[in-house]
């Protein structure tokens, strides 16, 4: 599609939104920005754009005839494509895109895309530690925090991009089409926007939808969603385990990760080599090791960005220990999947603090998880109640309300005992109290380091 000849809505005036105005007016494409905000201040939106863009402002409620003055509609993650705004586009088989496909259409280079419930962002960081032992140019991009908006214009032909991809971003891809993607897991998660775990596996498969059998999709044998999703690809599936000795694939085998293909088996690296800790990250680590094999990394270079790597912030991180108790932040276990996993690295008994945004998640696999560990739970949040509830149904008594994220630390170090370990992993999402999970895991980080002094 020509842009310049279409007259170009994009949708919001937040980061997403700014960053496709943007990404439109360096191209010399002209756009208008609707928000529902008649507030806004649009001198401050200008001097986030680039000098001299040619952007203009649609503010209010949104009324349906507003779709007929446009031909293409660029949507931001935030807004569902169910919205009054997309389906008017729909309506008249007007184009919906979002920010990654409007970014695929300027990138150039190749693409190694990343999707699943959980392990993204280590993953995609991983990824992009191993890619720039081998290429000269590497970008990191997506829903790991640079929008691949911000930086498509900067690729070349001989550049690659690792892009951390969320299914709401994959709702509104068309033409995007990867050379390696990967779908890492699939766990219920988002289930209030995508309805079924049905239409969440299908959009996290979506990744692949316009690969072909010369291409590559990373997807997870020990997941039988990801199992299953190798029967469905147009690309060619390439399985990891790190519970089956695969004949082909990724694998890791006692202590070593190895590569097996056309009958030969190939050493990568082996456990006392990597940094990552926890079941989890070995899944991460093979995907990783998958998707940049098919990158075209040679396996000396991807051996070495994975001795390089370490934890990603907000994920399972060390913060410090004070009073023989150890502090760590897993702020980024947003749902009960990525908190089971939080709850198993621990190796000592545990103060848990979680609650949070309720996303129609249930809990009872996370409590049974506790296992003997768990030694107290303190809850916030709008989701505290069903939480103790569950616990409750499991036979989980010790447990803690706070109304405020200062006061959940307070009963932490309060009932926390030497050799325990204190562990923000909430299982839910950080909405209504913080405005994401990075806030919330700065804010108890900065709380321990003002404990220690």
């Not at 806004?40 to 952007?55: C, F, I, R, S, T």
């Not at 775990?197 to 020990?222: F, G, P, R």
Request: net charge negative.
């Amino acid at each position: 599609m020509e842009l310049k000849e279409k007259k170009i809505l994009v949708a919001g005036a937040g980061i997403s939104g700014m960053g496709a105005a943007g990404l439109l007016a360096k191209a010399g494409v002209p756009s208008v920005i609707y928000d529902g905000n008649t507030e806004l201040d649009k001198e401050k939106a200008y001097q986030k754009l680039p000098k001299g863009a040619q952007v203009s402002f649609l503010l209010g409620d949104w009324e349906e005839t507003y779709a007929d003055r446009f031909d293409l509609l660029i949507l931001s993650p935030g807004i569902s494509f169910k919205a009054p705004i997309a389906t008017s586009f729909y309506e008249r088989k007007k184009p919906v895109w979002g920010e990654i496909e409007l970014a695929f259409h300027f990138a150039r280079g190749k693409i190694a895309a990343i999707t699943g419930t959980n392990g993204k962002t280590t993953t995609t960081a991983l990824v992009g530690e191993i890619l720039r032992e081998h290429f000269s140019s590497v970008f990191v991009v997506g829903n790991i925090g640079i929008p691949f908006t911000s930086v498509a214009l900067d690729t070349t032909p001989k550049s690659v991009i690792a892009a951390e991809i969320s299914s709401f971003q994959l709702e509104t891809t068309i033409d995007f089409c990867p050379e390696v993607s990967a779908v890492l897991n699939v766990t219920p998660d988002h289930l209030d926007r995508h309805g079924t775990m049905e239409n969440y596996a299908q959009t996290k498969l979506d990744i692949s939808k316009n690969q072909t059998k010369n291409q590559v999709i990373i997807l997870n044998e020990d997941d039988p969603i990801t199992r299953e999703m190798a029967k469905k690809s147009s690309a060619r599936p390439v399985m990891f385990s790190r519970k089956k000795e695969l004949s082909e694939g990724i694998v890791l085998t006692g202590d070593r990760f190895v590569i097996r293909e056309d009958n030969r088996e190939t050493e990568v690296c082996n456990l006392s080599q990597i940094q990552l800790l926890g079941g989890h990250n070995h899944e991460n680590i093979l995907a990783a090791i998958g998707i940049t094999y098919y990158m075209g990394v040679p396996v000396d270079k991807i051996k070495e960005g994975i001795r390089k790597f370490q934890a990603v912030e907000h994920r399972i991180e060390y913060v410090d220990t004070i009073d023989g108790v150890a502090y760590y932040n897993d702020s980024k276990g947003t749902n009960p999947d990525a908190a089971i996993k939080g709850i198993r690295a621990m190796n000592r008994p545990t103060v848990l603090l979680g609650g949070g945004y309720d996303k129609g998640a249930s809990y009872d696999e996370w409590i049974e998880a506790f296992d003997g560990k768990v030694r107290c739970l303190i809850l916030m949040g709008a989701t505290a109640q069903a939480i103790a509830d569950t616990a409750k149904r499991h036979g989980f008594e010790d447990i803690l309300f706070a109304d405020s994220f200062e006061e959940a630390m307070k009963l932490a170090r309060e009932n926390a005992q030497t050799g325990d370990a204190v562990l923000l992993s909430p299982a839910c999402a950080s909405w209504g109290m913080f405005p994401n999970y990075e806030v919330r895991g700065k804010m108890f980080k900065d709380i321990v380091h003002a404990m220690k002094e």
